[in-house]
């Protein structure tokens, strides 16, 4: 709860310092569930709870158990206050754009703009802060780096990528599995992006695509949700009362136990997430509309989560309430991709294009994606690297995954310091190659869709009321998926994707 209302209102000193003092306590209520996670697993009980709950729980207990020790609470405390410094860093821009007093989330969406030099310079502001922040970027990164290795080292890892796989319990799947994934993205995904790519700037009548276009797709900008946020939120209640399979009557309990904050506002932190309060049985959605087709996005996305979540509450073991990140995530994308149907509602005349360019912009995702990750792995394989060694990193992988992607005047991101506005890279590290993974599995979901949308909408709620009780590539075969580790699983995808765009 500290946590969310510090997201909420980061200006808010009694709310950080709130949050400080539960950042204090974490590590020794984790070291209390560690210990009885331990008697249990190593006891003569063990046995039992592996027939009762499944060895899902225990391997996942193993992770908990090697992840955390009370030598490393001092480190972990500290990596937490960075944490909340980039959030709070973050969240104090403001930008005076066209009239208007922005944030990062508000300045957003003149991103998506129709008129070309308007996302330009909505470009050149944002990345003219990190420019002007990035000794502080710099320094909270460095800082943190060098925590989270130390912590590693005292627990006896050969560096921060082994323990932070074991902190994000993936269990079935380790680095070697995720770089063959990284090169068959590079091998079937980036040269369908490069065409789409071009595509897009055919589309646009441009002689080269700058990194201020890659957001809009045709002249005429990309489509927009129309209404206030009243209307949207009835569009909303109308689409999910018509998908039904529970999800009208749970939204309706969302929205009347007011478990939504979805509107941007000043002082409150950036992007979207749902957490959830066990004792109530209830998820919380958290958001930032800004007027553009990503309001429906992370909307849909974040709704994914809370009711994978509440369809869970039941679960006997608090550890299942929730899967892993990844898999966790399938349940948010799929139902991006689920509610097509009821897009009209939203964008009228324009649903056609918002669902072509959902989808591509799906795909262009994947070559993102993996981009963070192999920065993420090589940061860690190299905590001594400096600043500077870690901006021409990133534009060493950039030129590989993103090939097409050309800065022009913008100073930071050309010198290679785009990571610094991913905050997932400071705040949740190694969890991002997640994303990627889900995006796969939500375009087979779809495809499923395509053919028999009943027969996807059974498997899908299935999926979500299975929680956590298995890792990820069991829970996504079990929805009728092949795990995106499998050989074959992304030309399959690559080939679908490029039939429905028509490429």
Sequence with gaps: MVGLRFQQDTRDAERKAALEAHDELAPKFGELAIDLMRHVRSGPHGAEVAAHFGAHLLDLWECKIASYDPAIEAEVIAESKL????????????????????????????????????????????????????????????????????????????????????????????????????????????????????????????ERLMAWDESVHDVDGNPAPSGTYAEKMDQARAMFDAMDDGLGSFFRLMESGRFLDLEAREGKAGGGFCTSFPTHGMPFVFANFNGTKGDVEVFTHEIGHAFQNYSSRDKTCIDFLWPTYEAAEVHSMSLEFLTWPHMERFFGDDAERFRRLHLTQSLLFLPYGVTVDAFQHWVYDNPSATPGDRLSKWQELEALYLPWRSWGDLARPAAGGMWQGQGHIYRAPFYYIDYTLAQVCAMQFLAKAEQDRGQAMDAYVTLCKRGGEAPFQDLVRSAGLVSPLDPGCLEGVVATATEYLGL
Excluded: M
């Design 83 to 206: 944490s909340n410094a980039y959030t709070q860093l973050v969240a104090s821009a403001r930008f005076e754009f066209r009239g208007e007093t922005l944030n990062h989330s508000q300045l957003g969406k003149f991103t998506q703009h129709a008129d070309r030099e308007v996302r330009h310079q909505a470009a050149s502001l944002r990345w003219d802060w990190f420019e002007e922040n990035a000794a502080e970027l710099d320094r909270i990164f460095d800082e943190q780096v060098h925590l989270r290795a130390q912590q590693a080292e005292k627990l006896g890892f050969g560096n921060y990528a082994e323990l932070a796989y074991k902190k994000l319990g993936r269990t079935d799947y380790d680095r070697n599995d995720v770089r063959g994934y990284r090169a068959a993205i590079l091998e079937h995904v980036v040269p369908l992006c490069a065409r789409i790519r071009e595509t897009q700037r055919e589309a646009l009548g441009v």
